[in-house]
């Protein structure tokens, strides 16, 4: 009986033991493979496969953002209308590109068409027209740091979005990112750069770990469009409010003392500050970003193919990748960590929706006073009000995964805006009875997109006109023109022995 179980034991350790070496084996078989690069990197590279060349398991998992068929709660890669989904929206954004077309992020890899396809852009005829900068292709593709490195940084900003149309062709991509010769993580776009500057820190200090957030935070930031830099007068140039510092009060003082308005909204006449996405500000406030996790942590994790581990390069929403990107650290069930993160998404909306429609009857309301003869001096207060309680809307609303990412500041953001909304009523209220006005005003029916959007006086058949003269004309010229200067770009193969 003892031999026996002697017997038994001595197999399973064997086997064990078998198994180890074979780990070992396998370790040291991953540990073997080494870079061999295929081609050269030229310095100003745009185009993503020739990069894929040498890094195909990075590259190959980079078009992976081209899948669209993820949907959460609140985000994921399809396509969504949010205008549709809120019309509110419209009269928020009234006499401001957002009022036309308002659709969710997608994947990076359709950052260059969905520039082109959304209205707010226009349909451009030529050179020099359009309603939009070239600054608004600044965070769209790997060709920004190309021809801010080929002709400069001004110059970049300079003209119109359609005078570059067929220069900015490739999708984000890898030269956003890396450096083709050691390729370490880089700051391809000085906007962050000057910010750190601005608030008297350098940039280039900065940790391995704090370069896997600073990579994102060139471009999902809070921005705007600086016309008096001294020397480049006129130019729309790429500036970051963080001077300050990041907080919502930090950036609205920043912006109350140079009287910067992104558009005069037509109904209430308040000069408004368009948050874009205060993503990387608003993530600093939260508990992961205390913890040192890093964007790439949840968005860009490691996965294993064939034996070799690497970085995740389908940027995308954590919640279609769970096991990776957050079991790592947490033991928890999928569907509980995707329950903690619908809980806190769904009690933001739940206050940010009561802020949107407090606005929305501000906006209305005030246009009323102006109707009945208010004077500027009357207003001034109330427009203020208005002004600081959507910038805080919005703050909270564009900085795109902001309720999970950093849910207690989040509502903190809601709750001083819907204080500074039910402020603004108050005295519009007042102001109301001064000039006879003693009854509720009137609400429009806004409650689909088209009724908010015939409200407000756009012509939708005229947009979506120009936009489709736009892409059966021009876009296909640019598409052309650029093929044509790529295909003399020469990509120099590395010989065999050269790479051994
Ligand atoms: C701890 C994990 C984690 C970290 C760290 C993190 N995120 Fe997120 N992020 C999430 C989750 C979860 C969501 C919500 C996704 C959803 O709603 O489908 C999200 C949403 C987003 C979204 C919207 C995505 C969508 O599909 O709508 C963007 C953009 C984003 N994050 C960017 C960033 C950036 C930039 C950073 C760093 C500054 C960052 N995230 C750090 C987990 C993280
Ligand atoms: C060069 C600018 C740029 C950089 C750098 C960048 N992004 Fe983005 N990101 C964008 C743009 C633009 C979109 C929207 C693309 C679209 O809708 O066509 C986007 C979309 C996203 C989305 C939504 C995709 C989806 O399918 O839900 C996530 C998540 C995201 N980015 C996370 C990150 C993270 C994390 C980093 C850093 C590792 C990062 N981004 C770096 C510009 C950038
Ligand atoms: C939005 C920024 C971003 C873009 C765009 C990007 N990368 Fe990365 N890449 C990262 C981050 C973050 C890491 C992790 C780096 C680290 O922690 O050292 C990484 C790591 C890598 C590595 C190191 C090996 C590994 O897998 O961890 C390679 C190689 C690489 N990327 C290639 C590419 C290629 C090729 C492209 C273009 C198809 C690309 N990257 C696009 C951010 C980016
Ligand atoms: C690199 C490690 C790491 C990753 C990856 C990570 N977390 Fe966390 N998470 C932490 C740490 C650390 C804390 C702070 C709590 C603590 O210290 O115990 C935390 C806290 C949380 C909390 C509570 C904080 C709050 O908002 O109240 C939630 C919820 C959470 N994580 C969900 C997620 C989800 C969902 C993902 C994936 C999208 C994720 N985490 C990815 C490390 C991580």
Redesign the pocket.
């Known amino acids: 009986m003892r031999n026996k179980i002697l017997f038994v034991v001595t197999i399973v350790a064997v086997f064990f033991l078998g198994l180890l070496a074979s780990s070992i084996v396998n370790r040291k078989s991953e540990a073997k493979y080494k870079y061999v690069p295929k081609v050269e990197i030229s310095a100003n590279e745009p185009r993503n496969e020739v990069w894929g060349e040498n890094f195909p398991l990075e590259y190959q998992s980079s078009l992976q ?1 081209l ?2 068929s ?1 949907a959460s709660y609140q ?3 399809a396509m969504r209308d949010v205008l549709e989904e809120d019309p509110n929206l419209v009269i928020l954004f009234a006499g401001y590109g957002f009022s036309k077309d308002y ?13 082109h396809n959304t209205l707010r852009t226009g349909g451009p005829k030529g050179e020099g027209d359009g309603p939009m900068p070239a600054t608004c292709w ?5 060709d ?1 740091p190309r021809l801010m490195n080929e002709n400069g940084i001004a110059e970049f900003y300079s003209g119109k979005w359609a005078d570059k149309g067929a220069e900015v062709v490739n ?2 991509g890898c030269a ?2 890396h450096d083709p010769k050691s390729m370490k993580l880089r700051i ?2 000085p906007a962050l750069v000057e910010a750190f500057e601005s608030m008297g820190e350098d940039i280039n200090q900065a940790t391995h770990n704090e370069m ?2 600073l ?6 930031v809070e921005y705007y469009f600086d016309k008096n830099i001294p020397g480049k007068e006129g130019v729309p140039y790429l500036k970051f409010p963080w001077q300050n510092g990041m907080a919502v009060e930090n950036m609205e003082t920043y912006y109350d003392d140079m009287a910067f308005a992104d558009w005069i909204h037509p109904i209430s006449k308040t000069p408004m500050i368009k948050a874009q996405h205060p ?1 990387y500000e608003t993530f600093l406030t939260g508990v992961h970003a205390d913890r040192g996790v890093s ?2 942590d ?3 994790p490691y996965k294993s193919e064939g034996g070799q581990k690497f970085t995740d390069h389908h ?4 919640l279609n990748n769970v096991s990776n990107a957050c079991q790592v650290c947490h033991r928890e069930e999928t569907k509980n960590l995707i329950a903690n993160v619908y809980e806190r998404q769904r009690k933001a909306t739940e206050n940010r929706l009561k802020l949107e429609g407090l606005i929305v009857k501000a906006h209305i309301e005030a246009g009323k006073c102006w109707e009945l003869g208010a004077t500027e001096e009357q207003m001034q207060p109330i427009l203020q009000d208005i002004r600081h309680a959507q910038w805080r809307w919005d703050y909270s609303a564009a900085a ?2 902001a309720s999970f990412h950093s849910p207690v500041e989040t509502a903190r953001v809601i709750g001083g805006g819907l204080v500074l909304a039910q402020e603004a009523r108050v005295k519009l209220a007042r102001v109301l009875s001064d000039l006879g006005h003693n009854k509720p005003v009137e609400m429009p029916d806004i409650s689909t997109k088209e009724k908010a959007q015939e409200y407000i006086g756009l012509d939708m058949e005229k947009l979506e006109k120009e936009k489709e003269e736009f892409k059966n004309n021009l876009l296909p010229k640019w598409l052309e023109e650029a093929k044509e200067r790529e295909s003399k770009l020469k990509t120099t193969k590395v010989a065999l022995n050269d790479a051994e």
């Open positions: 953002t899948d669209t993820f985000g994921g890669s659709n969710q992020g997608r994947g990076h890899a359709y950052s260059i068409e969905d520039i600044t965070c769209k593709s790997p920004v999708p984000i956003d990112c391809t776009r896997r957030s990579v994102c935070a060139q471009c999902h993503g964007c790439a949840c968005h860009m940027i995308q929403s954590p795109h995964g």
